[in-house]
């Protein structure tokens, strides 16, 4: 009793850094679904699935996976769109699981994916010069017939090029995301144009070229007789066909969440997002319903080019020990088969562009989260200011700046830590917390349950629906785990370095929470976990 009544006698100041966020909402339908779009990424995304996915599933169909991958994120999507709508604040996730669960465990599972969200989007902006750049440049070079391109190119994928491209792309990032959210969204908005543009070009090269072209354009640009060999080379370094609808589910089950990732984000900044209930759902479904249809229609297009079998065996060979130039990228197909220098130019600009929107979603959800935990009073309020005229969370958005700097740095040594593929083992690890307090919900907190929007609490007779749903996901979430030791060629080769590394990382998080609970206690007399027993303001 005597701990209700100091609660009691706590004023709002005390309990939150402020009455109110100070975050506007700006964000509607059409801008939630252009942030989902590019976490997805037309660019870097829109490569796997031809790059990548074919030479790790050989003989599995691109527009099977691809389609298998969407239907099961589409669940996924409905569960974080629910936790979005049910508690619509900046780190939704982290605030539900925190008022659900348990706050350290909750602050925890936010810490670590903050931080290796933090250090990939580092890692994916020194994928501009450590692979765009120099597969666009390569491209031209081998296209046009120019050296310098080519050399460019090299420079580019050293560790000097990385790091100096790298550190530009990021200072321009930081730059973008300091802006208000209004001008963020309209950045965004040009490059989802820019990146729609860029795709309509290639499908105008595959489209516009006569149906049996492509063997006589990838002789001419990469040596004669190379198209035809290029299956049996892939089986000599081991490439086996696997004709099997089977697997091709499995690989869609596999690969979806790395494909698609991203669709969700938008519950991360809940706070800024207008009637959060509509928006995030159909954000969420749409965008990736559109990225599932781009990538679709490119697999169509170039199929009536190339067989299945040679795609996977280029891709294949990427990823071998085989020591040859392998170009396995759609854009490059494209350019071979209608080798005109302004589309090469437009589309390479528009990877490019919307590259460093991919780096600004990630930027822009860490921050929002980051500033979660400072309204919550777990790190220096000053951590969630808002600037009087940017109204930005500025300071929150620099300590992710410095993270993906530290990501460039690493990616451009060798370093594995904000690598793409233990990223998304971490990030499903993560998502257990939330996705379980989300599942619970209805059982564990009926009061909160009972006020919360239509759309949570729908229910199939007398079970909520966002218990079944979440349950499903929550099965998923267990396979994407369970698969990443299975599949050591997909899951990036999980070992014991990778789990110490998750292990440290949840065990840094509680020892913060408890350092920021003595602290607090011990300098202003208030318990965090009284926190906890409420919802943030708004």
């Known amino acids: 009793?005597?701990?209700?009544?100091?609660?009691?006698?706590?004023?709002?100041?005390?309990?939150?850094?402020?009455?109110?966020?100070?975050?506007?909402?700006?964000?509607?339908?059409?801008?939630?679904?252009?942030f989902g779009v590019h976490c997805i990424s037309l660019s870097s995304s829109g490569l796997i699935p031809y790059s990548w996915v074919a030479g790790v599933w050989p003989g599995s169909s691109i527009i099977g996976v691809l389609t298998v991958a969407m239907?099961?994120?589409?669940?996924?999507?409905?569960?974080?769109?629910?936790?979005?709508?049910?508690?619509?604040?900046?780190?939704?996730?982290?605030?539900?699981?925190?008022?659900?669960?348990?706050?350290?465990?909750?602050?925890?599972?936010?810490?670590?994916?903050?931080?290796f969200s933090g250090m990939v989007a580092g890692s994916l902006i020194a994928w501009i010069p450590s692979s765009v750049i120099p597969t666009f440049s390569q491209t031209i070079g081998i296209v046009f017939q120019n050296e310098a391109f080519l050399r460019f190119a090299e420079w580019s994928a050293s560790t000097t090029g990385i790091i100096v491209v790298g550190t530009i792309c990021t200072a321009i990032t930081f730059v973008l995301m300091i802006l208000p959210t209004r001008t963020i969204v309209r950045v965004l908005e040009v490059g989802f144009f820019l990146g729609l543009l860029a795709w309509v070009i290639l499908y105008y090269q595959l489209l516009s070229a006569p149906v049996g072209s492509f063997p006589a354009a990838w002789d001419r640009f990469m040596g004669a007789g190379s198209y035809e060999g290029r299956i049996a080379l892939a089986q000599q370094y081991g490439m086996k066909f696997e004709y099997s609808p089977a697997i091709m589910t499995l690989?869609?089950?596999?690969?979806?969440?790395?494909?698609?990732?991203?669709?969700?984000?938008?519950?991360?900044?809940?706070?800024?997002?207008?009637?959060?209930?509509?928006?995030?759902?159909?954000?969420?479904?749409?965008?990736?319903?559109?990225?599932?249809?781009?990538f679709v229609l490119g697999a169509i297009l170039l199929q009536r080019h190339v067989p299945l079998e040679w795609i996977?065996?280029?891709?294949?060979?990427?990823?071998?020990?085989?020591?040859?130039?392998?170009?396995?990228?759609i854009t490059f197909y494209a350019a071979i088969l209608k080798p005109i220098f302004p589309l090469v130019l437009i589309v390479a600009f528009a990877w490019l562009y919307t590259l460093i929107n991919l780096a600004q979603t990630y930027f822009f959800y860490c921050s929002r989260i980051v500033f979660a935990w400072s309204f919550d009073r777990l790190i220096p309020e000053?951590?969630?200011?808002?600037?009087?005229?940017?109204?930005?969370?500025?300071?929150?958005?620099?300590i992710i700046t410095i993270l993906a700097e530290i990501g460039v740095i690493d990616a451009a040594t060798g370093g594995v830590m904000g690598a793409q593929l233990n990223f998304v083992f971490f990030a499903v690890c993560t998502q257990l917390i939330p996705v379980t307090a989300m599942t619970l919900f209805p059982f564990l907190k009926p009061?909160?349950?009972?006020?919360?929007?239509?759309?949570?609490?729908?229910?199939?007779?007398?079970?909520?629906?966002?218990?079944?749903?979440?349950a499903i996901t929550l099965a998923y979430l267990l396979w994407m785990i369970i698969a990443s030791f299975l599949f050591p060629a997909v899951g990036g080769r999980i070992g014991a370095g990778t789990l110490l590394t998750l292990f440290g990382l949840?065990?840094?998080?509680?020892?913060?929470?408890?350092?920021?609970r003595w602290y607090r206690l011990r300098k202003e007399g208030i318990d965090i976990f009284w926190t906890y027993q409420s919802v943030p303001p708004l």
């Not at 939150?16 to 964000?27: C, E, Q, V």
């Not at 808002?386 to 969370?393: Q, T, V």
């Not at 949840?506 to 920021?516: D, E, K, M, Q």
Request: hydrophobic letters at 50%; aromatic letters at 12%; charged letters at 10%.
């Open 1 to 34: 009793m005597a701990g209700v009544d100091v609660t009691a006698g706590v004023s709002d100041r005390k309990l939150y850094a402020r009455k109110s966020s100070g975050l506007i909402r700006t964000i509607g339908v059409f801008g939630a679904m252009v």
């Open 71 to 115: 239907i099961l994120c589409l669940f996924h999507a409905y569960t974080y769109a629910n936790i979005g709508a049910a508690m619509p604040r900046s780190g939704a996730d982290y605030t539900l699981a925190s008022r659900v669960l348990s706050p350290p465990l909750a602050f925890a599972a936010s810490w670590t994916l903050v931080i």
């Open 251 to 294: 690989a869609g089950l596999i690969m979806g969440f790395w494909i698609f990732y991203g669709y969700y984000i938008p519950t991360f900044f809940a706070g800024e997002v207008k009637q959060t209930e509509r928006t995030l759902l159909i954000g969420s479904w749409a965008s990736l319903i559109v990225t599932w249809a781009i």
């Open 312 to 329: 996977a065996a280029e891709s294949y060979l990427s990823q071998s020990d085989y020591t040859g130039m392998t170009m396995p990228w």
């Open 382 to 398: 000053a951590v969630c200011s808002i600037h009087p005229k940017l109204h930005s969370p500025v300071v929150a958005i620099i």
């Open 447 to 470: 009061d909160l349950f009972e006020v919360a929007p239509k759309l949570v609490k729908l229910r199939l007779g007398k079970v909520p629906v966002i218990t079944i749903i979440g």
């Open 506 to 516: 949840l065990l840094s998080g509680i020892v913060v929470f408890y350092v920021a």
